[in-house]
């Protein structure tokens, strides 16, 4: 039975404070030293000329595919990648002009039939504004409800099947499965974690049960039938910035997909921003404080991550 709404206590949610589990999933530690941090004063760029510049972009290549301390090869499914510019500790967050650049990369598993026909539409569109399908959000269910119980069905009873985009969004019409589901639980009681709150991404019901997965210990990791790690979700862990989200095995995912008869992508949107303080944007005479980021990437026939992005400045 799920929680009653409104409650939040859920007795299978036992993640713990984030130095507890950070030991059992991958280390990305020189993933971090290149790339965790963001100099926003590499040049001494006026607000405007630095929102303006596209060179100092990191590569969203760089946060889709990810190798850990022990060579593996991982990618983000879902995830939320952030870098935010320090503000003086003598002042308050949001007194003062800040400089801030985010992406968000999310993962459609398509038919390969359908690949070069879809990948050739998404490298040609602009994902702005988040239209594309989205991953599902749960909390009237357990954690260890999910992704099979009939609480869980109740919620989702179409279990991530196929979905196609409104045809007055797009003409792209190729049916595809959105890769994630996320928990929340907003009440948590126990102290458990230091926040009280928790937006956990997961793989997609679709996904877990396609490949046959299990999690058996309820803390967002998830195995084979040989006790391998296949998945984990990062979201729960601080020191893990600056990417957040749900982590999948390249090569379990790879085999999956080419055994199948399935392909994925990614459509990335970001942005780089000016918060706080009173900035006008001197070249267009408005509050446009905005360089919108738009991108689609994919995997080659050598399983090599390709892609490509591009900006514009919003007004």
């Not at 738009?294 to 514009?312: E, H, P, R, S, V």
């Amino acid at each position: 039975m799920g929680v009653i709404w409104g409650l939040g206590h859920d007795v299978s949610f036992i993640l713990q404070k984030d130095h507890e589990l950070s030991g059992k999933i991958p280390s990305f530690s020189k993933w971090h030293k290149t790339n965790a941090s963001h100099n926003f004063r590499k040049r001494k760029l006026s607000h405007d000329e630095w929102l303006h510049k596209n060179e100092d972009l990191p590569n969203p290549k760089n946060f889709i595919s990810f190798i850990d301390d022990e060579k593996q090869e991982w990618v983000l499914l879902d995830g939320f990648v952030n870098w935010e510019e320090d503000t003086s500790p003598e002042l308050e967050r949001y007194e003062t002009p800040r400089r801030e650049l985010w992406y968000m990369p999310k993962s459609y598993i398509i038919k390969q039939a359908d690949h070069n026909r879809v990948f050739s539409w998404a490298t040609n569109i602009d994902f702005a504004g988040r239209w594309m399908p989205e991953a599902h959000e749960f909390y009237e269910a357990f954690l260890g409800e999910y992704p099979n119980s009939v609480a869980f069905d109740d919620l989702k009873s179409d279990g991530n099947t196929w979905v196609k985009l409104d045809k007055t969004e797009s003409p792209m019409s190729a049916p595809m499965i959105v890769t994630s589901d996320i928990y929340l639980n907003e009440f948590t009681l126990d102290c458990s974690l230091s926040k009280g709150s928790a937006s956990i991404k997961l793989p997609c019901k679709w996904l877990i049960n396609q490949m046959h997965l299990k999690h058996p210990h309820m803390d967002g990791r998830f195995f084979d039938d040989n006790d391998n790690l296949v998945a984990f979700t990062n979201t729960v862990f601080e020191k893990t910035r600056p990417v957040y989200g749900v982590f999948f095995n390249k090569k379990f995912l790879v085999n999956f997909l080419r055994k199948k008869g399935y392909s994925i992508f990614w459509a990335v949107i970001g942005e780089k921003q000016i918060l706080g303080g009173r900035y006008l944007n001197p070249r267009s005479g408005n509050s446009t404080t905005r360089l919108k980021i738009t991108g689609a990437y994919t995997f080659d026939k050598n399983q090599k991550l390709i892609g490509q992005y591009k900006t514009k400045p919003d007004g």
